[in-house]
C-alpha cells in the first residue's frame, strides 16, 4: 500500500486479510506523526512499514528506492479521492455529500437527487466503486423514475 493519505491507513489495515501486506510511508507522512492507536493496529494486522522513499515503480511491480535498494511486489494499491469534475452538476443546485474518500450526489434510498425530477446512480453517488452496487442503484433509479411518470411523485 502506498500512502497517500488517510484513506490509505484504512486500506493497509484491510488488506492482510488478501495477503502480506507492507505500507510504504514513502516520505508523504513521517512514523513519528502517526498515532500510537494506529501504530498498534498495523503492528496487530501485521502490516510492515516501509520508510523508504520511492524512485521509480518499472514493469509489473518493480520499486526502486531513491537509496538504490529494489523490491519485487506482487501488486501496490493506491488509495484516491474521488472528485467530481462536472461542474454543471453543482450549477444545477444538486446537493453534494463529502468525506475523506470522495463526493458523491446526495440521494434518498429511490435514488432521486434533492431537485425533483432528477435521479443519480452509481460511483457518483457513492464513496467507493462496486458494479454490484452500481447496477442495483441503476435499476432502483429506472424504478423511481417509472413510478414518478406514473404517480407523478
Ligand atoms: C481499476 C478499477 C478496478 C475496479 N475493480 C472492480 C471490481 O473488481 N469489482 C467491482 O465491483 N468494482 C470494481 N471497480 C469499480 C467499478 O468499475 C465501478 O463501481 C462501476 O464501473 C461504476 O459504474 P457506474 O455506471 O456508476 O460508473 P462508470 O462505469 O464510471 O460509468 C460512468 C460513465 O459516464 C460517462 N460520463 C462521465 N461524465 C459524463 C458526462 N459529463 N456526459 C456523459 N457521460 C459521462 C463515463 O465516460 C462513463 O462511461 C473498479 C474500478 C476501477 C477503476
Redesign the pocket.
Known sequence: MLYSGAHSLHMALMLPDWGNTILFLNDAISIDTLEPAILQQLNQRNVKLDTRKIAKIENHCDLKFENGEQSQLDGIFVSTFMKIS?SWMAKLGLEIDANEYSEAIKTNTMKQTNLHGVYA????TRSG??????VA??AMAGVAVHKSYVFGE
Do not use: K, Q, R, T
Open positions: 462536472c446512480c452509481g460511483d457518483i466503486g462496486s458494479v454490484a452496487f452500481s442503484d441503476g
